[in-house]
């Protein structure tokens, strides 16, 4: 008798787990796909479809349209389908990912774990923004045979989770403009909404505009539309095809702040509608006598973000600084050979020039002073000085010093320079920090730091500023780093070490990363700047050369010489 149990308990297991798989190859879950609508029904998984194939299936179903995750639900469990909450955090995972049997044995032939083998790349956070984070997948799953002999989920993992072409063809990003104070500009916020049903998109942006900025600059830009200001109803379209949006709290309101807020949210609705915008408070005009708007109707907030035309920028060659227009050196010691000069960056307005000089003893020095005249020696020096970077709307010079401090440089009325602290722990303390360049609007920093791009945000005024919420962007695919800097408020151009793709562009936060053509240029190229509306000039080992998007092929900047670095003025 006990030989026949034995053999009986044999033939259950075997028939268990008869036909699974021992493990999946990765494999690229496709962006087509034919999605349901709210209203319809959702159907069943493929019949008798074994443990993996239901794991990549249930991934892939994620952001089907519908309501209340429907597709997904479809692979899971009667129980389970019932009580699954998942929370608004969204992991994105890489295209091509694995699903294998956990090797730890389980007591019920029937009940299995399959683990997803892959890269989490990052997440959408419970504001909709975007944070990098490249780490292999920790999602366990367990799937349980039913009685009808069909495999099922039982406990879907707290988070949604989605393949990064699922989640382009989803979800739109939309830069949701915050007020900077400092700069008197409006600053973008890199958010992430749901891109169906498009009528939808002007009600849900609206309401990320009132959530406030995200966590990355949060300190850094303030909320016009905080409490006690609500939205009234959900953005509604007109017959004529005019978008309402409707406020309340905003009752003895300066007429000031009501012209920011209608410039921040027409600023915002503009990447989403091409609609006039009535703006109502508390149900009359928002500003008076301009109940409705469109984004040319806009003060220039963002005039002071790029350099003028008559400003071509310049160049650090051979110890000196000359123009990139024309190739002729500056006016005064910084041009014409009585300081060694290393770097140098240009003031907005161009009208002030900070130079690093090399000192003698292996040190070099900080200079400030006007383009064209002596500049004075502000008492900063070190064995290395990054690139001066200039913060927008104070004056400040900032450079980094030994590549293990900030030195911020203050100017006072007397002109006379004093240096201030930063408290940049966070940035610092993830490695050595070769360049430093502050965003156009001034509330982020891009930094080289051990060869990777990073971005923090930076907050506070007067004695008290910091560099806070470091993130790495694009640590998988972006290394070799050598130089950075802004193309656009939210968009980045690195210069790298490499020869496929020596020249990319980055989001700001991260999510997207496309490489510039690499014909024409000659390893390694080792300088880069840019700024709104100007060429990009790159700086390799034969010379400059520029372009303006990205499959353009590099031409020779009109006077290039070797060994130079350009710099558009900021």
């Given amino acids: 008798m006990k030989r026949i149990l034995l053999a009986v308990l044999c033939l259950v297991l075997v028939a268990g787990c008869a036909n699974v798989p021992l493990e999946s190859q990765p494999v690229v879950v496709s962006g087509e796909r034919q999605g349901q609508g709210s209203g319809d029904v959702v159907p069943d998984p493929e019949k008798d479809i074994d443990p993996l194939t239901l794991v990549r299936g249930f991934i ?3 952001l089907k349209p519908g309501q209340n995750n429907a597709a997904a639900r479809a ?31 389980q007591p019920d032939p029937n009940t299995l774990v399959v683990n997803v083998r892959g890269f989490d790349i990052g997440t959408l956070d419970q504001s909709s923004a975007f944070v990098p984070d490249y780490n292999a997948a920790a999602l366990r799953i367990k799937v349980r045979k039913q009685a009808n002999g069909q495999w099922r989920i039982t406990d879907p993992p707290p988070d949604l989770y989605a393949t990064e072409s699922d989640f382009s063809e989803n979800y739109t990003a939309v830069p949701v403009n915050f007020y900077s104070e400092q700069s008197a500009t409006f600053v973008p916020d890199r958010r992430y909404v749901v891109a169906k049903p498009q009528s939808g998109l002007p009600s849900r942006v609206v309401n990320l505009l009132v959530s406030g900025p995200s966590t990355s600059l949060a300190g850094s830009v303030k909320n016009l539309l905080a409490e006690p200001v609500e939205v009234d109803t959900n953005v509604k379209s007109l017959d004529d095809g005019t978008l309402v949006v409707a406020l309340t709290g905003l009752s003895g309101a300066a007429d000031d702040i009501r012209n920011l807020i209608a410039a921040q949210i027409v600023l915002t609705l503009q990447y989403v509608t091409s609609a006039r915008i009535r703006i109502l408070a508390d149900g009359a005009p928002l500003v008076a006598n301009h109940p409705d708007w469109r984004a040319n109707e806009l003060p220039a907030y963002d005039a002071t973000l790029s350099p003028r035309r008559e400003l071509p920028g310049l160049m650090t060659v051979g110890g000196r600084v000359r123009s990139l227009d024309d190739g002729a050196p500056v006016g005064g010691p910084a041009g014409n050979g009585g300081y060694d000069v290393v770097s140098a960056a240009q003031s907005i307005d161009g009208k002030r020039l900070a130079v690093v000089e090399r000192e003698g003893g292996g040190k070099v020095g900080l200079r400030i002073g006007d383009l064209g005249h002596d500049l004075a020696s502000v008492g900063l020096s070190g064995t290395t000085l990054s690139r001066p970077t200039w913060r927008p709307g104070t004056g400040e010079v900032w450079t980094v010093v030994d590549q293990a401090s900030i030195g911020r440089m203050v100017v006072n009325q007397n002109n006379q320079w004093t240096a201030l602290s930063v408290n940049a722990t966070d940035l610092i303390q993830q490695g050595g920090i070769t360049e430093l360049r502050f965003s156009r609007d001034g509330a982020r920093v891009a930094a080289v730091v051990n060869s990777q791009l990073w971005v923090a945000s930076v907050t506070g005024s007067g004695d008290s500023v910091a560099l806070r919420e470091p993130r790495l962007l694009q640590p998988n695919d972006l290394k070799e780093v050598v130089d950075v800097d802004w193309l656009a408020q939210d968009t980045l151009v690195a210069a790298t070490k490499s020869t496929s793709q020596p020249v990319v562009r980055v989001t700001v936060d991260g999510q997207r990363m496309d490489a510039f053509n690499s014909s024409n240029l000659t390893p390694q190229v080792h300088g880069v700047t840019a700024a709104p509306g100007r060429p990009i000039v790159v700086a390799d080992a034969s010379g400059l050369w520029t372009a303006s998007v990205l499959g353009e092929v590099w031409r020779p900047q009109n006077h290039s010489m070797k060994d130079a670095d350009p710099f558009y003025p900021g």
Avoid: E, H
Wanted: neutral net charge; charged residues 20%.
């Fill in 60 to 62: 892939g179903a994620t």
């Fill in 75 to 105: 692979y899971l469990d009667d129980q389970s389908r019932a009580a699954w909450r998942p929370n608004r955090s969204l992991t994105i995972i890489q295209n091509t990912f694995g699903t294998v049997y956990d090797p730890a044995p």
